[in-house]
């Protein structure tokens, strides 16, 4: 299978190269396997993620979008009886190398999952609580992340006046942007996020699709979606995930219009998945 990458001249390069990618790629990806156990769930995957991009992962569902999302942070390491081959270079680094931090992988590398997941606390301490695990202690610089980080999500004006009641007594789409609000909080690089919208209603889909396309100017994003037009609508680049494969990883636009697999076009018309 021909794999290939988009430089951030958007030109199409070859990623058979073994020479470190260009200052701006995030996470390059190189002959990534993944087994649970004796099933084989990612299969020589080969990309590269690009800082202030957003990625879209799109594909059937147990096709591995989901596991991929989490070799990305290294979540995948608290699942018993997994095994990787291949590298990912984050920042030109092996983050799969067993001397490689996932602690401090993780602070970089934020992650938003498909459920709102607040914790039973206030909304302050929701988005205190990261911060306050990294040892700030002084009053003063939490209420300015707590603000900052409620902003940044859009969060703020819905819920400056109710800091301190229950984060769950918010609406689903609230509690979603509460929980990108506690990402920021730690000010990662990188936000993974998996299937954010599928459990919201269509005015907080918009919401949380307009919220990501605004954090991109200062974050890269790295979204798993089934949903084909939030994919379009908002990614730069795009992989197409098949059994465990990359079928294909482009640029959205190209992905889109011109598929250069027949399964890929497939799949984005619907004819399977
Ligand atoms: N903890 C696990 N133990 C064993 N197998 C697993 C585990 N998690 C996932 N798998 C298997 O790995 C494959 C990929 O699963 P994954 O959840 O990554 O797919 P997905 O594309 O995210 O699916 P979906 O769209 O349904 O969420 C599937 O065959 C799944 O059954």
Not at 3 to 14: D, G, H, P, R, Y
Not at 105 to 120: A, E
Not at 144 to 158: G, N, T
Request: glycine share 6%; proline share 4%; net charge negative.
């Amino acid at each position: 299978m021909a794999l290939t990458a988009i430089s951030n001249e958007n030109k199409v390069t070859s990623i058979e190269s073994k020479q470190p990618e260009q200052a701006s790629t995030l996470f390059d990806v190189r002959d990534l396997n993944l087994w649970y156990n004796q099933t084989q769930a990612l299969k020589q995957i080969n990309l590269t993620i690009q800082q202030n991009n957003i990625t879209a992962i799109i594909g059937p569902s147990g096709c591995g979008k989901s596991t991929f999302l989490k070799t990305l942070n290294r979540m995948i390491d608290l699942t018993p009886s997994v095994t990787t081959t291949g590298d990912i270079y984050y920042k030109h680094d092996n983050m799969l190398a067993d001397s490689y931090n996932p602690e401090q992988l993780r602070t970089r590398v934020g992650m938003v999952f498909q459920k709102p997941n607040p914790f039973p606390k206030s909304i302050y301490e929701n988005v205190a609580y990261g911060p306050k695990i990294h040892g700030i202690k002084d009053k003063k610089i939490l209420n300015q992340i707590v603000e900052k980080s409620l902003r940044d999500a859009y969060l703020w004006d819905e819920v400056k006046d109710r800091l301190k009641d229950s984060a769950l007594g918010l609406s689903g789409g609230q509690q979603q942007r509460l929980c990108i609000a506690r990402t920021l909080a730690i000010e990662p690089d990188v936000i993974l996020m998996d299937e954010p919208t599928s459990a919201l209603d269509p005015v907080s889909t918009a919401k949380i699709e307009e919220l990501i396309q605004q954090l991109k100017e200062d974050y890269s994003i790295v979204i798993v979606t089934h949903n084909m037009q939030q994919a379009g609508r908002i990614s730069d680049q795009t992989a197409f995930f098949l059994n465990g494969e990359v079928v294909e990883f482009n640029d959205t636009h190209t992905m889109f219009h011109e598929p250069s697999d027949s399964r890929t076009h497939d799949y984005i018309n619907g004819h399977f998945g």
